[in-house]
């Protein structure tokens, strides 16, 4: 029987794979469930990033996107069982997480970059003139795999894109003098809003208190993926690294030492426009993207005149031998 689909590159970039079909949302998701190693290989084979359009019926059976998320991993994160705000949770399926401006959700938009375009009038991309780039949840060991993102609301064309970037072919690219000072490397990751970004410390804010299901992480800044057996840089920027205690295990701490300056170079070599993609939405689209081997950041819209909603959800199971028997970090401890 023929398949479906087809598989093809991703307009637009340099690295992903775009599912096409004709098929209803129900009838893609039934034909997925029964060929998902089809789909799992074309994201494995996309340096983990993989587009799917045209599944705006999600909007009506939100089950359909948890159906699609269980073929990418055992386990569909339940956002009642985790330390996340309840307000941020599909009210319907708590396996959703709504990222939206409107009211319960009320999230923000990130700000617009200064200035909003570069010299030649194209959408920054590249660190430090875009920050907010960042893996889902690096901040817990072990992090999550995959994370499925769809689009229920979008915002205006030209506002609100989602950026993606290879952190396989951003590792290949790696001059071979940073490839030998990021071997075994560890990054401390934690969780935003801490008060341990760069400009927090340099105006002398006092970091939060954190308990213990809240400790900053580390984690290899060169990472083996489990299933490709390919190297990636694992790497946030600004608001997701300790920048007190870090952002490099063993290298000179704080916002302006040895381990800072490291860390603004590889970042502005992983968002270089060459490893990057600008995603430009459109209702029903769907981006399955691999956090173990990518990075993202959002774009600003204006949320005073329009409304977007976003749906994610993320998978967990196979982090790789370095995380083998770990309990999960964020999961408060009874005392």
């Known amino acids: 029987m023929p398949q479906p689909w087809t598989t093809t590159a991703l307009p637009g970039a340099s690295f992903g794979k775009a599912i096409v079909t004709d098929l209803p949302a129900a009838a893609f998701v039934a034909a997925a469930e029964a060929d998902a190693d089809c789909l799992v290989a074309a994201l494995a084979d996309g340096h983990g990033l993989m587009r799917l359009r045209g599944l705006g019926a999600l909007s009506e059976e939100p089950e359909l996107l948890l159906r699609l998320s269980r073929l990418f991993g055992d386990e569909v994160e339940d956002y009642r069982t985790t330390t996340t705000p309840k307000n941020m949770v599909h009210p319907d399926v708590p396996q959703i997480f709504v990222v939206s401006n409107t009211p319960p959700f009320s999230r923000p938009p990130p700000a617009r970059p200064e200035p909003p375009l570069t010299a030649d009038g194209a959408l920054p991309v590249r660190f430090p003139h875009r920050i907010g780039w960042h893996t889902d949840q690096s901040y817990r060991r072990p992090p999550p795999d995959i994370s499925l993102f769809y689009c229920h609301r979008p915002a205006p064309p030209d506002q609100a894109q989602t950026l993606y970037a290879d ?8 001059p071979d003098d940073l490839k030998a000072r990021v071997e075994g490397l560890q990054a401390l990751h934690v969780r935003p809003r801490s008060g341990r970004s760069p400009l927090q410390l340099r105006a002398g804010e006092r970091p939060k208190p954190l308990p213990p299901h809240e400790q900053p992480q580390p984690q290899p800044v060169a990472r083996t993926h489990p299933v490709t057996g390919q190297t990636a840089l694992f790497l946030c920027e600004y608001g997701q690294l300790d920048w007190q205690n870090g952002p490099f295990v063993g290298l000179e701490p704080g916002p302006d030492g040895e381990g800072a300056r490291l860390a603004v170079q590889l970042m502005h070599h992983y968002t270089d426009p060459r490893f990057v993609y600008a995603h430009e939405w459109r209702q029903g689209d769907l981006i399955v993207y691999d956090n ?32 083998a028997g770990e309990a999960p970090s964020w999961i408060p401890r009874p005392e």
């Open 167 to 174: 952190g396989v072919a951003a590792y290949a690219a790696l």
């Open 292 to 323: 173990r081997c990518t990075i993202h950041a959002a774009t600003w819209f204006d949320a005073d005149r329009y409304e977007r909603i976003m749906w994610r959800t993320t998978v967990r199971g196979n982090p790789g031998p370095d995380y």
